[in-house]
């Protein structure tokens, strides 16, 4: 979305960590670690953060190697390609990116297969130093139905909860 940057992002206390540690991994800052997780319900800034990293990134970074895509959408992109036999093509495009922006972390319960690739692909990029940004609407912990090797990765940086905003947040 055109309107999702950081210039638009209202900050109050209920996100500034989260739009503090995306503005800081979109400039390249790994002092948080090179993974993040941000939790939030619906509606409240998530998608706005990572379609900000990813308007930074293509306008400061035009070079680099950016993957944006929903849990579902994975997994529909890995099924497709197990069926054509192109897993290997699948495995090149996500390890050889330098930043991937996933969504909806939660629709990966019940999808054994697709959280076994999720686990060898945040492997590779996060032993090779990429930078990972995972959303969702549960906190790690609480996503039932993960496997407990993906859910350790997803959380081995910062992990964040944006809350509902005060009166202040709302009226700016």
């Given amino acids: 979305n055109p309107k999702y940057t950081f210039d638009e992002f209202i900050v109050g206390e209920s996100n500034a960590i989260a739009h503090s540690a995306c503005h800081a991994m979109a400039h390249g800052d790994t002092s948080l670690g090179q993974c993040l997780y941000i939790n939030a319900e619906t509606g409240l800034g998530k998608s706005h953060l990572t379609h900000a990293v990813a308007?930074?990134?293509?306008?400061?970074?035009?070079?680099?190697?950016l993957n944006y895509l929903?849990?579902?959408?994975?997994?529909?992109e890995m099924v497709f390609?197990?069926?054509?036999?192109n897993m290997e093509?699948?495995?090149e495009k996500y390890n050889s990116c330098d930043v991937l922006l996933m969504e909806d972390m939660q629709s990966l319960t019940g999808k054994a297969k697709t959280q076994e690739e999720v686990a060898v692909l945040l492997d590779v990029l996060l032993e090779t130093g990429k930078t990972v940004i995972f959303t969702g609407s549960q906190t790690p912990k609480e996503i039932s139905g993960l496997d407990p090797g993906v859910r350790s990765r997803i959380s081995s940086g910062l992990v964040t909860t944006i809350t509902s905003p005060n009166?202040?947040?709302?009226?700016?």
């Fill in 55 to 65: 308007h930074h990134l293509i306008n400061y970074a035009p070079g680099i190697r």
């Fill in 70 to 76: 929903t849990s579902r959408q994975l997994t529909a």
């Fill in 81 to 85: 390609s197990i069926k054509t036999n």
């Fill in 89 to 91: 093509k699948f495995k």
């Fill in 167 to 172: 009166m202040a947040t709302r009226i700016k």
